[in-house]
């Protein structure tokens, strides 16, 4: 009886987290001009007018763009910030990691707001650096909570062991911390670029014209006139977040493998 | 010979708890030294100190005559074993052995050849090409080993490296790391808390005690003449007697317990409170009154340990645990029987 419960309870909750994207997905295949139901029939032509209509094609190009900036940034600054955070000697160390983390919880639109004002201070209001810089404030966090996780799982010892067999500081550093930390980077990265790919509402604030993304893209469409190209952008967005988690996983599985003693 | 290693005065502080307590301890070169003591006691950080990753509060480390204490661990040529084995995961098995030589700027080609001997000579040279995670905790441990002996360091530091293996395999090791410790003339400082294994191994056994070294010396001293009550109870079972002194002279000495006078080992001074250690394989169980070094006991407990028995033995208020061999016969509970000792079998420990 109980097991019953616990299995329609499951269900339901699986139902509820993907009903709004199995809802929104077949749309993007319908032949009407119209964001409705029921589909009259198949084709591909939302995809094509993706592809070639200027608004969607620039946007998709912008995400691709700014996704890259804000996740290299964000890697190299998390990277840094997560290996400075593990010296022990570190003074106010638990303040400094929730500062780092703090993006995390902000309100979007407090950041934003905040952005918008220093960046056009700055006279990086609506320029590609501009937003790959907002957007890697909001995917910091990210990588310092994956890399910090991939280091704690470094066993001190490995890194005494190097030195004592004779290993500099610096060289244990690369022959032996880094390689062990990079699943933790790389999945940090994608987490990274995952986020400023569906980030809105800091866009909103600091992204020109000349800077939108998909996601943004998409948000002005829907309230514009609302063509099932955005049920496309919707499942373009989705499979590539899809294929991005599954490198993710996959890459920790592997590192998993490989490095767990029995 | 003067020491390849000592150290002087060293003190190790960490906050208000003094882990290392002003000690000296020199070790020659070639000598295979225990560290044994109870956990919490600081080998493992007299260790980290020798090999460079804790730093002395007070005091200096000398390695071969030159003062170490502020040399960093890269540049001491200390191999270290750890308890969990501390292999690179990322790397193959040789790619592990490789790494010391690499860091001497080793050829290339001598780095191949010496990897390969190294691997050889343990019995690993078949799975050179697997990482560690594919590995048993046997195999493992012998790359640590080699991984810690192939750049040839002046000394191996082991800090309880057989812990993690189960029994059988951690006697086959211990026979192995001595058979090596022999072979290559290696200076080994080896932290246990596994009194036999430091029994079997060692040259010399250094007794750890809060912090403190109670007693350093070989094996068959530790075990037979323990300096101090604490080091006769750490190793190995021991019978703890209270008497008192009666007569003294030399190494040899007369003590009092209850109505009986046994003489028994030691320098010590007439008409003071000691206690005797007799260890329970030394008592010999007769049932005729022997002459001399003798109590009149009665068996109170008897306990069945396949190969010996073990025996409870009441003297007045005194009980006395002994061992007797199969060989010596049945010992019902209840008999009367007389308990003697040769007196070198028997030390006498300041009160
Ligand atoms: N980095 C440290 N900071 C604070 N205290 C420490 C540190 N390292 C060790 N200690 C303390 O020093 C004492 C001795 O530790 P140590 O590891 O040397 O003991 P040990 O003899 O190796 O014990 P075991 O047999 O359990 O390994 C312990 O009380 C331990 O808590
Ligand atoms: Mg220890």
Redesign the interface.
């Known amino acids: 009886m109980l097991r019953a419960l616990q299995i329609v309870f499951g269900v339901l909750v699986v139902a509820f987290l993907i009903l709004p994207i199995i809802a929104i997905l077949p749309l993007a295949f319908t032949s009407s001009v119209f964001l409705t139901y029921p589909i009259p029939a198949y084709s591909l032509r939302w995809f094509e007018e993706l592809v070639t209509a200027d608004v969607w094609r620039l946007s998709i190009v912008n995400s691709l763009i700014i996704g890259i900036g804000a996740t290299v940034l964000s890697t190299v600054l998390g990277t840094l910030a997560a290996l400075g955070l593990r010296r022990s000697a570190l003074p106010l160390a638990g303040l400094l990691r929730t500062l780092f983390l703090l993006p995390m919880v902000v309100p979007a639109v407090v950041l934003g707001v905040g952005m918008q004002i220093l960046l056009v201070r700055l006279g990086l209001a609506s320029s590609y650096t501009g937003v790959i810089i907002a957007h890697a404030v909001l995917c910091v966090p990210f990588v310092v909570v994956s890399v910090s996780a991939a280091l704690q799982g470094i066993d001190p010892a490995i890194e005494r062991a190097a030195m004592s067999l004779g290993a500099p500081p610096v060289t244990v550093f690369r022959r032996v911390t880094l390689p062990l930390a990079v699943p933790g980077v790389v999945s940090g990265a994608v987490f990274a670029f995952a986020t400023s790919l569906d980030e809105v509402v800091i866009t909103l604030f600091v992204a020109g014209p000349n800077q939108r993304t998909l996601a943004r893209q998409m948000f002005s469409s829907i309230r514009e006139n609302i063509s099932p190209t955005v049920a496309a952008a919707a499942l373009l967005l989705i499979v590539g977040t899809l294929c991005l988690a599954a490198l993710a996983a996959l890459l920790r599985r592997r590192e998993k493998r490989a490095t767990a003693l029995p | 010979m003067g020491a390849f290693i000592a150290f002087k005065n060293v003190t190790k502080k960490f906050g208000a708890l003094t882990v290392v307590d002003n000690l000296d301890l020199e070790i020659a070169k070639g000598e295979f030294v225990s560290l044994l003591g109870p956990s919490g006691s600081g080998k493992t950080t007299l260790l980290m100190m020798l090999?460079?990753?804790e730093r002395p509060t007070s005091g200096e480390i000398f390695l071969d005559g030159k003062p170490i204490t502020h040399l960093?661990?890269?540049?001491?040529?200390?191999?270290?074993v750890?308890?969990?084995?501390?292999?690179?995961?990322?790397m193959t098995v040789a790619e592990n052995v490789a790494?010391?030589l690499e860091?001497?700027r080793v050829p290339r080609a001598e780095i191949v050849r010496r990897v390969e001997r190294a691997l050889d000579m343990v019995r690993l040279g078949a799975l050179k090409d697997r990482?560690?995670?594919q590995l048993?905790?046997g195999q493992?441990q012998r790359v640590a080993l080699t991984?810690?002996l192939v750049?040839e360091p002046d000394v191996i530091?082991m800090d309880e490296p057989l812990g993690a293996l189960d029994k059988q395999l951690r006697e086959h090791m211990q026979l192995e790391i001595r058979d090596l410790h022999r072979r290559l003339g290696l200076t080994i400082v080896f932290v246990t808390h596994d009194q036999s294994e430091a029994l079997t191994m060692s040259d010399r056994i250094a007794v750890f005690n809060a912090g403190k070294i109670e007693q350093i010396d070989t094996p068959q001293m530790v075990y037979d003449r323990p300096r101090t009550r604490f080091v006769a109870e750490f190793i190995g079972e021991t019978n703890l007697v209270a008497g008192k002194v009666v007569d003294a002279g030399g190494e040899r000495a007369v003590v009092r317990v209850g109505d009986a006078a046994l003489s028994v080992c030691g320098n010590v001074q007439p008409g003071r409170d000691v206690s005797l250690s007799l260890r329970p394989e030394r008592i010999r169980l007769g049932s005729t009154p022997a002459a001399a070094n003798a109590l009149p006991v009665t068996v109170a407990d008897c306990i069945y340990h396949g190969d010996h028995m073990r025996l409870v033995l009441k003297s007045g208020s005194l009980e006395l645990v002994a061992r007797a061999e199969r060989l010596a016969g049945d010992w019902p509970v209840g008999t009367e029987a007389v308990a003697s000792f040769d007196p070198q079998d028997c030390t006498v420990l300041a009160s």
């Not at chain 2, 960093?72 to 270290?80: A, D, E, I, L, Y």
Request: proline share 14%.
């Open positions: 090999a460079g990753f960093p661990p890269h540049r001491r040529q200390m191999g270290m750890f308890q969990n084995y501390a292999l690179f995961p990322h790494f010391p860091m001497q990482k560690p995670s048993s905790g493992q991984r810690a750049f530091l």
